[in-house]
């Protein structure tokens, strides 16, 4: 009876209007957008270059011997890693496969010592934090907010879907001055889901999709960069540079950068990505959008309980900045307990499991996986000696930054360990910083930025959330950001350049 029961319900809630704003799945095209199907009778040419690309990457970085510097360990890992990125670019397997592979091989060719070491990347707290994080998504597409949101917007934006796409990268890159870029696009990605369903927006063809999911993943990014609460990484650089120079920056003169650089970049980025996926008009949509959130109805418990929940867990993440215990993961955690705390029930686990981002998480635990292996192994220490010993650090000390900036930009967008790379690349830059006499927070400012995000392959969290939809395909992330990335770093190191050496607006402050 009680199984009788249950399946009635769910037919019920299959005819409501909430339902059919429901996350697409891999059956609703998501699949086919990240290549994952064929179609019937065609050979997967793509897919079987990325196998045969990756098997040959692994087999030569077997064959290279170790040296002093780096470890023949080091070597395969890097080698796996690569290998793992040609199979995501071509779409040999889904995601989370390929990681799973990319696993095995460590393991296999004995680059780490066990599988429990080799699993470390599902320890990291950001990984836990992506999953917990889908209760925000998971709220929305089970009330009425995504629909009364998706309503206001269309009200505000009319037609013009550019307008629109604008205005949610907007929110996002606001919404992440203050907040984990991360949640800020879960933010934006859960207000954007109902708006795509309603326009029958297709997962892989949908250009408004592709600008949407996109454009809210690159605006978490600007915005975390903004304030130097925006992002740990910005604590981690301030940090950094207190230890090792004795040195700190204040709030207002991070500021003084972070605001223009975020001024200028958010309005260039929106405009290419609009130029490279010209969004579909939904002016013919715009009646049936209006019908479909008519719907809503009057406020009911339900949708005043998911309410307080969107604007606590916010809430909670910005206090966190202040208070250690409101850890950004634990918050998300919260917020998973609070769909199911008696009294609330927002939602059935069956419910939540249908949505949640399961696959996003094995993807990226599988991706901190392989970056540890490289890092442990001391592959990203070797690079960035390599580079830092290279002699680049004897020209004009622009243009040191600059190429600094560019090449921590490639090294982060296919090893995407952030942390490490700070500890790595800041303390040399800021004691170069002191002996050629250019102001120390230079450095703090552009690696902090940097290493925040990329605008080039899916393979950090704030990509990574969005991809899992399905509506762009992992080259097209580089499609639609490759000169947006270029212009942010050029962008970033002239005028941090600008405002603390030539200007001398924002200096270090002696601890």
């Known amino acids: 009876m009680s199984a009788l029961i249950q399946e009635t319900d769910r037919q019920k809630s299959a005819a409501s209007p909430i339902d059919g704003l429901s996350l697409p799945r891999e059956s609703d095209g998501a699949a086919a957008a990240t290549g994952h199907l064929q179609p019937k009778g065609s050979f997967p040419l793509k897919r079987v270059?990325?196998?045969?690309?990756?098997?040959?990457?692994?087999?030569?970085?077997?064959?290279?011997?170790?040296?002093?510097?780096?470890?023949?360990?080091?070597?395969?890992?890097?080698?796996?890693?690569?290998?793992?990125?040609?199979?995501?670019?071509?779409?040999?397997?889904?995601?989370?496969?390929?990681g799973l592979v990319g696993i095995v091989l460590l393991v296999f060719l004995g680059v780490v010592p066990s599988l429990t070491e080799a699993l470390s990347g599902f320890t990291s707290a950001t990984t836990w934090f992506i999953l917990c994080?889908?209760?925000?998504?998971?709220?929305?597409?089970?009330?009425?907010?995504?629909?009364?949101?998706?309503?206001?917007?269309?009200?505000?934006?009319?037609?013009?879907?550019?307008?629109?796409?604008?205005?949610?990268?907007?929110?996002?890159?606001?919404?992440?001055?203050?907040?984990?870029?991360?949640?800020?696009?879960?933010?934006?990605?859960?207000?954007?889901?109902?708006l795509l369903k309603a326009v029958d927006a297709k997962p892989?063809?949908?250009?408004?999709?592709?600008?949407?999911?996109?454009?809210?993943?690159?605006?978490?990014?600007?915005?975390?960069?903004?304030?130097?609460?925006?992002?740990?990484?910005?604590?981690?650089?301030?940090?950094?540079?207190?230890?090792?120079?004795g040195e700190?920056?204040?709030?207002?003169?991070?500021?003084?950068?972070?605001?223009?650089?975020?001024?200028?970049?958010?309005?260039?980025?929106?405009?290419?990505l609009t130029r490279v996926f010209p969004p579909e008009?939904?002016?013919?949509?715009?009646?049936?959008?209006?019908?479909?959130?008519?719907?809503?109805?009057?406020?009911?418990?339900?949708?005043?309980?998911?309410?307080?929940?969107?604007?606590?867990?916010?809430?909670?993440?910005?206090?966190?900045?202040?208070?250690?215990?409101?850890?950004?993961?634990?918050?998300?955690?919260?917020?998973?307990?609070?769909l199911f705390l008696p009294g609330m029930d927002l939602m059935s686990w069956r419910e939540f499991q249908d949505i949640a981002g399961w696959n996003v998480f094995l993807f990226f635990g599988t991706v901190?996986?392989?970056g540890n292996a490289v890092s442990s192994t001391g592959g990203t220490d070797f690079i960035a000696t390599l580079f830092l010993n290279s002699g680049v650090l004897e020209i004009h000390p622009f243009l040191v930054l600059l190429i600094v900036g560019y090449v921590m930009y490639i090294i982060h967008t296919f090893c995407p360990v952030a942390p490490a790379l700070c500890l790595l690349f800041l303390p040399p830059?800021?004691?170069?910083?002191?002996?050629?006499?250019?102001?120390?927070?230079?450095?703090v400012f552009v690696v902090a930025s940097i290493t925040a995000g990329s605008f080039l392959v899916p393979l950090n969290p704030t990509i990574v959330i969005t991809?899992?939809?399905?509506?762009?395909?992992?080259?097209?992330?580089?499609?639609?950001?490759?000169?947006?990335?270029?212009?942010?770093?050029?962008?970033?190191?002239c005028w941090s350049f600008l405002v603390c050496d030539v200007m001398g607006l924002v200096q270090a402050i002696p601890l």
Request: hydrophobic share 55%; proline share 3%; net charge positive.
């Open 49 to 98: 270059i990325g196998a045969v690309l990756a098997a040959l990457i692994v087999v030569s970085s077997c064959l290279v011997p170790g040296t002093e510097s780096l470890s023949r360990e080091g070597v395969m890992a890097i080698g796996v890693l690569l290998a793992s990125v040609a199979m995501w670019f071509c779409g040999t397997m889904p995601q989370g496969v390929v």
């Open 467 to 493: 991809y899992d939809q399905g509506y762009y395909k992992f080259g097209e992330v580089a499609k639609g950001g490759w000169l947006s990335a270029a212009i942010f770093v050029f962008v970033t190191v």
């Open 204 to 245: 892989g063809s949908s250009n408004l999709g592709k600008c949407l999911m996109l454009g809210v993943a690159f605006a978490g990014v600007l915005g975390g960069f903004a304030l130097p609460c925006g992002h740990s990484l910005n604590i981690l650089g301030i940090g950094i540079m207190e230890s090792t120079v």
């Open 281 to 338: 008009s939904i002016a013919d949509k715009k009646g049936v959008i209006e019908a479909n959130t008519a719907s809503c109805g009057a406020w009911t418990a339900k949708d005043r309980k998911s309410i307080c929940v969107v604007v606590l867990l916010p809430i909670l993440w910005i206090a966190g900045n202040w208070i250690g215990a409101l850890n950004t993961t634990i918050v998300a955690m919260v917020g998973v307990a609070l």
């Open 133 to 194: 994080v889908f209760c925000m998504t998971a709220i929305m597409q089970k009330s009425t907010l995504g629909l009364r949101l998706t309503r206001a917007l269309i009200g505000w934006a009319g037609a013009n879907s550019r307008k629109l796409v604008f205005a949610f990268m907007l929110g996002t890159a606001v919404a992440s001055f203050f907040m984990t870029d991360t949640g800020a696009v879960v933010l934006g990605m859960s207000m954007a889901l109902p």
């Open 429 to 443: 830059l800021l004691l170069w910083a002191q002996t050629v006499g250019v102001p120390t927070v230079i450095p």
């Open 368 to 370: 901190m996986c392989l």
């Open 248 to 272: 700190t920056v204040s709030f207002l003169g991070w500021m003084l950068v972070g605001i223009p650089i975020f001024a200028v970049m958010l309005p260039v980025t929106w405009w290419l």
